[in-house]
């Protein structure tokens, strides 16, 4: 179903959720135009739907808390993906917490929600590309699905993660050979 506010670009979309009487139907457009790529940027790190469905509804109350005093310093996109990255990132390290995994050992808690899954695979490659990408550090795991899955610009991943593009490609880099080196078997 199509909103009134569709044919705006976000510029003026947040120009006009700033209109009272326009902040709900503005809203809505929002969430139409961004839930399905936060959904699978959120969903690739935390694999689980339910999770991920759960992390998504919180990122949507943080930006309708947060867009009125959008100071629009960055692209409304990054904004987003900035927000759904630091919730997951809070999530991801409070479910290690509560299920007492090391910080540095994450591989078995994806590994377990992994093959958990409904159609898991073990020898279909996008499985075993999940479960190389699942052996990633956090900070390495959402560059390389920003750039593999999203194909974000260096430039863009910088604004939403905070960092420098030497840092991002560096990081990029070495989760591209620990991949490699997991899906040819070393």
């Known amino acids: 179903m199509a909103g009134i506010y569709d044919h705006l670009d976000d510029t003026a979309l947040i120009m006009t959720f700033r209109?009272?009487?326009?902040?709900?139907?503005?809203?809505?457009?929002?969430?139409?135009?961004?839930q399905?790529?936060?959904?699978?940027h959120i969903r690739r790190m935390v694999v689980v739907?339910?999770?991920?469905?759960?992390?998504?509804?919180?990122?949507?109350?943080?930006?309708?808390?947060?867009?009125?005093g959008f100071r629009e310093e960055s692209n409304l996109y990054t904004w987003l993906y900035r927000i759904a990255t630091n919730e997951t990132l809070s999530w991801l390290e409070s479910q290690k917490r509560?299920?007492?995994?090391?910080?540095?050992?994450?591989?078995?808690?994806?590994?377990?929600?992994?093959?958990?899954?409904?159609?898991?695979?073990?020898?279909?490659i996008e499985w075993r590309l999940q479960q190389a990408i699942g052996k990633l550090p956090d900070k390495q795991r959402v560059v390389f699905n920003l750039r593999y899955y999203d194909e974000m610009p260096y430039e863009d991943m910088s604004r939403v993660l905070e960092t420098s593009v030497g840092a991002l490609k560096a990081s990029y880099h070495h989760a591209v050979k620990k991949v490699e080196e997991f899906l040819k078997g070393g």
Do not use: S
């Open 19 to 34: 209109k009272a009487e326009a902040r709900e139907a503005v809203f809505t457009t929002l969430v139409r135009r961004y």
């Open 36 to 40: 399905e790529r936060l959904y699978w």
């Open 49 to 68: 739907h339910n999770d991920a469905d759960d992390i998504l509804q919180n990122v949507f109350v943080k930006v309708w808390k947060g867009l009125e």
């Open 98 to 124: 509560h299920a007492a995994v090391p910080v540095d050992g994450n591989e078995a808690f994806f590994e377990n929600k992994l093959v958990a899954q409904r159609d898991y695979d073990g020898n279909r």
